[in-house]
Structures are given as structure tokens and as C-alpha cells.
């Protein structure tokens, strides 16, 4: 599709002035650039009728909801933190298989926590920032995308109370960052690699725990700081479920496992595994083994998607 920017924008908030009327709407801001893009568009249009709110969830990244509200308050736009922590964890717990870790993230997402939220501040409408890909892959069956219903004969009115929406249906990662530009984010946030809704849950291989939670949130940390200004699309760090056996200050250490994926594409549909030089990906297993406790191997994935998909979960 040709994006006319300027055209898009005006559309898109003219669309959600129409739909909102006098009511209120909300929006949940996780700081990745499609919920950064929505946050703007609706703030155009909606001004202080609509409430952003960044639910934190226990599954994001290090320092996340801090940086999310600095930035958004030097563009004049508040943030409301609501900490969901302990509910995300008691909806995760016990379960391993990844359609069903998504479908929990869902149901405690949009029925619990933000039903909750429309519930007590009387909102019927919820902006949020699912793009093509989304839709796509959920539709495929490929993976259910935590953000999508519609296309699955979902009403969100009937099974969550109040209606949703999508001002970024029709375009892809690439589009939105043209968006995210034009409606004047900082480039830091609309150049940001793409991170999943699911968080860092689409990271981990097997049951989601506090514990597994700070591995691979550190593990992340390491590769981002390494792997950011490369060029390449998304990178990540995955935690497995198989422990494999290593050794540490000459002592057998029956360990656990890191793959790195870091990925070329341009709006994710297909994606090669980027050509890191050796010595990066060798820097990077020093410093993850160093920082993070417990990891005896580190991977790096050579495969592409198709058949790969871009998160393991
Ligand atoms: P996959 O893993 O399906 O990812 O190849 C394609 C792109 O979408 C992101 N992703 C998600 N985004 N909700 C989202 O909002 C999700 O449930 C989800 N799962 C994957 C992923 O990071 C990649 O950029």
C-alpha cells in the first residue's frame, strides 16, 4: 500500500474523533512503537479525553516504565502506572504450552485488568495499535497474536465490554515508524525494534516465573546493549527449558540455556538471520555468562522464517 502520511493521520484521527464522541477512551502504552504511534494519534484526536496507561505487568523489560514516562512527558502526555505484577504472574503460573501462556496473557489483559480500568473510569472505547502482521499470522493460525478478535469472530463488546480501536490495521512495522515520525516521536522510540505484546513471556520457553522472569530479563539487557546500532530489524534473548550440562569454577553445573535470535526484515513477514562478525556473538556469550547467573550456553540461531517464527513462544 502507498502511505500518504499526511492523508493517513488526518483520516485516522478524524475516524477516532467520530467513533469516541463525547466519551472517554483509553489506550495501554508498553513503550513499543505501535502503542507509542497509537498514543499520539489518539492524543491528537482525543486530547485529555483519552487515558494512557502503561499496565506493569512483571514481564517487561528493565527499566521500561520509567523511560516510557519520561519520554511522553516531554511530549506533554501523562502516564498512569498500574501495577498488574501479581495478577500476570498468578495467570501464567503452571502453564507451559505457548497458544495457551497467550491466550492467559490475553484473558488477564483485556478482561481482567483493563476491563477493570474501563469499569471504573467509564470509558467504552480502548485504542490500540494492532498492526497487519498481527492479524496475519493469527489468521494463518500461525500464532495467536495477543491483540487480535475480530478476525477470530470476536466481539471485545460482548467478551470484554467495550469496543476497540485499531487505527493501525492496515499497515506494517515499516509504516508505523513513518507515522510515528510524522506525528513528532523522539527518534529513539519510533526507530525502536519491535517487541512483542506477550513481553518478555514470548521469551521464555516453558512455565513463566519471577525467577525465569530476571534471567532473561538480564539476558535481554546484555544483548540489546550489544546488538543495538547494527542495523538489523529485532533481536532478542530466548530462555530455554532444557538444562544442559556445563561447568563453573571447575565444578559441573547442569545449567540453563540462552539463544540469541537477531533478525533482518523489513516488516517481519519473513526474516534471515542477520550475519553478526563471530567476535560479537563470541563478546556476547562472555558478557551474558558473566552477567547472568545460572546460564552455561549460549546459542545463536541460523534459521529463517519461514519456518522459524521471530519469538519462540
Ligand atoms: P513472529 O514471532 O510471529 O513475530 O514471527 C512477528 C512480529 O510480531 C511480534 N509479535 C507480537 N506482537 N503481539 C504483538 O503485539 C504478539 O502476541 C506478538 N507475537 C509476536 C514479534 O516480536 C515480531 O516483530
Known amino acids: 500500500m502507498e502511505l500518504n502520511t499526511e492523508e493517513f493521520i488526518t483520516e485516522k484521527v478524524n475516524e477516532i474523533v467520530t467513533a469516541v464522541g463525547n466519551g472517554i477512551a483509553i489506550n495501554a502504552l508498553s513503550g513499543g512503537v505501535d502503542s507509542s504511534v497509537v498514543t499520539m494519534l489518539g492524543h491528537r484526536a482525543l486530547g485529555k479525553k483519552l487515558r494512557t496507561v502503561f499496565i506493569q505487568n512483571g514481564l517487561m523489560r528493565e527499566g521500561e516504565p520509567e523511560m516510557v514516562k519520561s519520554v511522553f512527558h516531554k511530549l506533554d502526555i501523562a502516564i498512569e502506572i498500574i501495577d498488574a505484577q501479581k495478577e500476570f504472574l498468578a495467570a501464567l503460573k503452571g502453564v507451559t504450552d505457548p497458544e495457551k501462556k497467550r491466550e492467559a496473557i490475553t484473558q488477564i489483559f483485556y478482561k481482567k485488568v483493563f476491563g477493570r480500568i474501563v469499569r471504573e473510569s467509564e470509558a467504552k472505547f480502548l485504542l490500540q495499535g494492532t498492526i497487519l502482521t498481527d492479524v496475519d499470522e493469527t489468521v494463518a493460525g500461525i500464532k495467536r497474536q495477543h491483540n487480535v478478535f475480530a478476525q477470530l469472530g470476536i466481539d471485545p463488546q460482548e467478551a470484554f465490554g467495550y469496543q476497540i480501536i485499531e487505527p493501525l490495521i492496515q499497515l506494517r512495522k515499516d509504516g508505523v515508524r513513518v507515522v510515528g515520525k510524522a506525528l513528532g516521536l523522539p527518534e529513539e522510540v519510533f526507530t525502536r525494534i519491535p517487541?512483542?505484546?506477550?513481553?518478555?513471556?514470548?521469551?521464555?520457553?516453558?512455565?513463566?516465573?519471577?525467577?525465569?522472569?530476571?534471567?532473561v530479563r538480564k539476558a535481554t539487557a546484555v544483548t540489546e546493549r550489544m546488538l543495538s546500532g547494527k542495523g538489523a530489524f529485532q533481536y532478542m534473548a530466548i530462555l530455554h527449558e532444557d538444562r544442559v550440562t556445563g561447568m563453573r569454577e571447575d565444578r559441573r553445573d547442569f545449567g540453563q540455556q540462552i539463544e540469541i535470535r537477531c533478525w533482518d526484515s523489513v516488516d517481519a513477514r519473513t526474516a534471515t538471520p542477520t550475519k553478526l562478525p563471530f567476535g560479537v556473538l563470541q563478546k556476547l556469550a562472555v558478557n551474558i555468562i558473566q552477567e547472568v547467573p545460572g546460564i552455561v550456553s549460549v546459542t545463536y540461531n541460523i534459521t529463517t522464517k519461514p519456518p522459524s517464527t521471530i519469538e519462540a513462544v
Open 195 to 215: 517487541f512483542p505484546g506477550p513481553a518478555l513471556a514470548a521469551r521464555i520457553i516453558g512455565e513463566v516465573t519471577e525467577e525465569r522472569l530476571q534471567t
